[in-house]
């Protein structure tokens, strides 16, 4: 029934949206997508600062500050805003409470708050932003995640993006909400936050470990096709009701992403160190148990999460969302890697 | 102490007589059997105690009403403890399984004949027996409140049936008479010829290999003199005590393979809300509100002047203005189904078992999104004060104070109940989760049967009584069945 | 029901009618002795700490009240909570309404 509809028109787009999480991540890079081409820009901000970053996209762009958990903040931002279209990016990934509650209380109270104003301020199509952490890691180096492949949530983490996204099923099927649920895996691209550039910084010293023997495979996508995929998921005939993985074309092999980013830097004049210190794959196993000791008693390290994640495959097949959405990945690892560096430099933010 | 003893010989023993035990016990004998009904509490005129009164925690209750499942939180909940059980105390509303749970139940503990259609066959017949319907004629204003907000903020809500009768030409929602195990399926099965023992205790149950061969009782006697010793000698037994009694005498009777773990309740976080008018005190509201169900249902709660008084005590902040104010009060709550589970554990040499149960940070995060959409439910409604059973407070009048709560509800300054226990034995044939088959015989004993809320693999999300006697009633009809 | 447990009580109980009073006391009392032994035996265990404490430090109930509400000691908090909520549950259901009607 849906591949019939992947041959089906577009719908227009409204001329009005509503983005939540404006201020982060992919919410900046989607804002700017946005902003030229629509009437009303409505976002959601948790801090003030955030407000003249975003307005600089154009006047459209309307900004609301605050808590996604506040339902009076939820009704000013959904204020007026008939049939427009939700952009739900709001979302922890690292507590800055380091504690595992305010995952569930971002994540799912946030997107049942979300949800609920959506359907009674009248709204168009509802895309949700998820991840791959739902899915945990896939068996094997060679394995590839479909949009059925099963839940198996990785931590605190992906059991609140799992019940979030119950939540837009569930919200569709009762026909509250036209729901899309978008699966992205690691992003990369301008907008970044410090951690990734401390990241690209590390590799560049040659101090970034790899774990294990780099063969493990990891899906990764450009804010610019990440963008470019929300976008098709927005006027898509097939796409109300569905779930797509939207990544870069391709999965790499992690020693192959960390040799790019080395050879993307140089590209931008930078000078490289040619060190790849290792550590076995047996340090990666000690920090996912004992993030996931830590986790069970509500706590959260986010350095042990993320040398937990490294040793991992965590890879996906975009098949579908190029079937039936049209999503046609235009960036490819090497220049997206460029283009992050170049906006660091940019920023004055040393690399 | 000298003690008496005697012995009786019956053909099935019944081991307590609420929605479980009666429905077991007026099924049996109707069909014929010689049916003995022993219950620990002892018979109460449905008629003689108020309910929701002093004197009906002191009589009809385990442990005066109050007791807890220990951890962080503890979560306070209350057993009848009378013929009738629960049934007595409870505020009488029918919600028969949801469909999507008898299926996913179905599935996930392999449980036989558990479609839909196949319980809702059984659920038909017990509806007739008892009264089953909404209220007649207006509900009331406290109820009426819940659909009022509901409506302002586009939420589903129901108005649920109960289990009440009314004369007929009665169009005055609080003069119905609640349909409890002791104004029907305990006369019933008398009528019968059940024969049935209130104040008798099991202490333990005698078994031999794959078979029960006895009770041990211990019957208080009327004129206050020793405990008299009953042994019940049964050639089938049905344990049907609820959640917490049931896996307790089976631990106590070395009876343990997956016994007493995977309790399950809803717990219950509260608001006592002031109205800028009048309320009733007399009913428990039947609206729920389903718009978050089934892993989130709000609702009402009993509201008479002392369950004011404790539920604005719960935020430990002044409210000398409030309770004065008590008769604009009323008590609602937002009831949870939760990822985590307890243990019922029977301690040698203690009466009571041992109860604890354990929240996760998902179970607390849901408590708290049920709170403050309860506070945006009422204050739609038009409440003018909302008071939180959170340690603390803080007391909210307006929808943008509402946020403070998320980091209030935490695990040391919660003050949560639950009404209803379960799960604590499960049904199925998958024997790596359930403690009996699926009908309620408990595996590898060939007389054995569980028949209450203990069955039940999970919290249903609704008040369990439905559930409870139509899985009651499949299943004694399903051993008379057998050879 | 301890000493302790019973002046307890009188302090928490803000009602001046004497059978309304030994009401209360009469229904605190049964549900100490009603409640699971080793719910029981916790709480007799913390009013033996509490009343050598009160005894040594010559505070009286009333201000022992005090202190335990602010203890940030969950445990405290919550030992205070169960008495007073015994005793205002009971002085609320016996006691007259502020208009004079007795009970509820």
């Known amino acids: ?351 | 102490m000298t003690r008496s003893s005697r012995i009786i010989e019956t053909e099935v023993l019944i081991i307590g007589s609420g929605a479980g035990g009666a429905t077991t016990a007026a099924v049996l004998a109707e069909a014929g059997r010689r049916v003995t009904v022993v219950e620990e509490g002892p018979w109460i005129d449905p008629d003689a105690v108020e309910p929701f009164s002093i004197e009906e925690m002191v009589r009809k209750y385990r442990h005066h009403g109050s007791s807890a499942a220990l951890g962080s939180p503890p979560i306070a909940y209350a057993e009848g403890r009378c013929v009738g059980g629960s049934t007595e105390v409870n505020s009488g509303l029918w919600n028969r399984l949801p469909d999507y749970l008898a299926e996913e139940w179905s599935r996930t503990y392999d449980i036989d004949e558990f479609s839909p259609t196949a319980l809702d066959a059984y659920a038909e017949r017990v509806e007739s027996w008892q009264s089953v319907g909404k209220v007649p004629g207006a509900p009331p204003l406290s109820s009426a409140l819940l659909e009022r907000g509901a409506a302002k903020l586009g939420w589903r809500s129901v108005e649920f049936s109960r289990v009440f009768r009314y004369e007929a030409g009665v169009a005055d929602a609080t003069r119905g008479v609640k349909q409890t195990m002791a104004r029907t399926q305990i006369p019933r099965a008398i009528a019968a010829g059940a024969s049935l023992l209130p104040e008798c205790r099991v202490v333990r149950l005698e078994r031999k290999g794959p078979r029960i061969i006895g009770a041990l009782c211990r019957q208080q006697t009327a004129d206050g003199g020793p405990d008299e010793d009953v042994v019940v000698r049964a050639d089938h037994v049905f344990v049907c005590g609820g959640a917490i009694q049931t896996p307790a005498l089976l631990q106590r009777s070395g009876i343990r393979r997956r016994i007493g773990s995977g309790l399950k309740l809803h717990p219950t976080i509260k608001i006592a809300a002031r109205f800028p008018h009048l309320l009733d005190h007399d009913s428990i509201p039947m609206h729920r509100v389903i718009e978050f169900a089934p892993n989130l249902t709000i609702g009402g709660s009993a509201s008479r002047r002392g369950h004011i008084g404790l539920a604005l005590a719960d935020s430990g902040l002044d409210h000398e203005d409030a309770l004065a104010d008590w008769e604009r009060m009323s008590v609602y709550y937002a009831a949870i189904r939760s990822e985590g589970s307890g243990r019922v554990r029977a301690v040698p040499g203690l009466r009571a078992p041992l109860v604890t149960y354990r929240l996760t940070d998902g179970d607390m995060s849901r408590l708290a999104r049920g709170l403050v959409h309860l506070g945006e439910l009422l204050l739609a409604a038009g409440a003018t004060e909302l008071h939180p059973s959170v340690e603390g407070g803080p007391v909210v009048r307006q929808t943008d104070e509402l946020l403070q709560w998320w980091n209030r509800v935490d695990r040391t300054r919660s003050n949560l109940m639950t009404v209803h226990l379960t799960s604590s034995v499960r049904m199925g044939n998958d024997r790596s989760s359930t403690g009996a088959d699926s009908f309620g015989a408990v595996h590898d004993f060939d007389n054995l049967r569980v028949n209450d809320a203990s069955l039940l693999p999970d919290a249903p999300g609704v008040n369990p009584q439905a559930a409870v006697m139509t899985i009651a009633l499949r299943n004694a009809e399903h051993f008379l069945a057998s050879p | 029901m301890l000493a302790f447990e019973r002046q307890l009580v009188a302090a928490l109980t803000v009602a001046v009618d004497p059978e309304v009073r030994t009401g209360v006391e009469r229904f605190v009392e049964g549900s100490l002795d009603d409640m699971p032994e080793f719910l029981r035996l916790g709480v007799i265990g913390e009013s033996l700490v509490l009343s050598i404490l009160a005894t040594m430090a010559r505070r009286d109930p009333r201000t022992v009240v005090q202190l335990l509400d602010r203890s940030p000691v969950a445990l405290l908090r919550q030992y205070v909570r169960l008495f007073r909520s015994l005793v205002l549950f009971a002085e609320l259901e016996l006691g007259p309404t502020p208009n004079g009607t007795p009970g509820a």
């Not at chain 1, 919410?27 to 700017?32: A, K």
């Not at chain 1, 903040?73 to 709001?90: C, E, G, M, P, Q």
């Open chain 1, 1 to 351: 029934m849906n591949t019939d509809l992947g041959s089906a028109p577009d719908v227009t787009p409204p001329d009005r949206v509503v983005v939540t999480g404006a201020s982060g991540w992919l919410g900046q890079n989607l804002v700017r997508a946005l902003a030229p081409s629509r009437a009303q820009v409505r976002c959601l901000v948790p801090d003030a600062t955030a407000v003249p970053l975003l307005e600089i996209a154009g006047p459209s762009v309307d900004v609301v500050v605050g808590d996604v958990r506040d339902p009076d903040i939820l009704d000013r931002l959904f204020s007026d805003t008939a049939s427009a279209t939700v952009f739900h990016a709001a979302a922890v990934i690292h507590p800055a409470s380091k504690r595992t509650r305010e995952l569930y209380d971002v994540n799912v109270g946030g997107t049942q708050l979300v949800l609920d104003r959506a359907r009674r301020a009248g709204a168009g199509r509802f895309l949700h932003v998820s991840s791959n952490s739902p899915f945990g890691a896939n068996p094997t180096a060679d394995d590839r995640f479909t949009e059925d492949s099963p839940f198996a949530p990785y931590l605190a983490y992906g059991q609140s993006k799992l019940e979030a996204e119950e939540l837009v099923r569930r919200a569709t099927e009762r026909g509250d909400v036209e729901g899309v649920i978008l699966r992205p895996p690691w992003f990369y691209g301008p907008f970044q936050p410090a951690r990734q550039t401390q990241w690209l910084a590390t590799i560049r010293r040659g101090r970034f470990p790899l774990v294990g023997d780099g063969s493990q495979r990891r899906s990764m996508v450009f804010t610019g096709n990440l963008v470019h995929g929300l976008l098709r998921a927005e006027v898509a005939a097939a796409a109300p009701g569905r779930a797509y993985w939207i990544a870069d074309a391709e999965p790499h092999r992690l020693d192959e992403v960390f040799a790019t980013v080395r050879r993307a830097l140089a590209a931008e004049g930078l000078a490289v160190s040619g060190g790849q210190p290792r550590l076995p794959r047996l340090a990666g196993l000690v920090a996912a148990t004992a993030d996931s000791a830590l986790q069970s008693t509500g706590r959260y390290v986010q350095a042990l999460h993320v040398l937990g994640e490294l040793k991992d495959t965590i890879a996906c097949d975009i098949s579908r969302a190029r079937s039936e959405i049209g999503y046609d990945p235009p960036t490819t690892l090497f220049d997206g890697i460029r283009a992050s560096v170049r906006w660091c430099l940019e920023r004055g933010q040393s690399l």
